[in-house]
């Protein structure tokens, strides 16, 4: 059981690093069309 938790705990942590990472570059994205246009 402490295993699967671990497993979970881990899997949520690189879900939302992933996600911070699309974040950002979405934001950078439309940042930098912002500056374009």
């Known amino acids: ?4 938790f671990r497993s979970i705990l881990i899997w ?3 879900t939302w690093h992933a ?3 699309v974040s950002a570059d ?3 994205a439309m940042q ?4 374009k246009v």
Do not use: C, L, Q
């Open 1 to 4: 059981m402490e295993d699967k």
């Open 19 to 21: 996600f911070d990472i």
């Open 12 to 14: 949520s942590n690189h």
């Open 32 to 35: 930098f069309n912002g500056d």
């Open 26 to 28: 979405v934001a950078t």
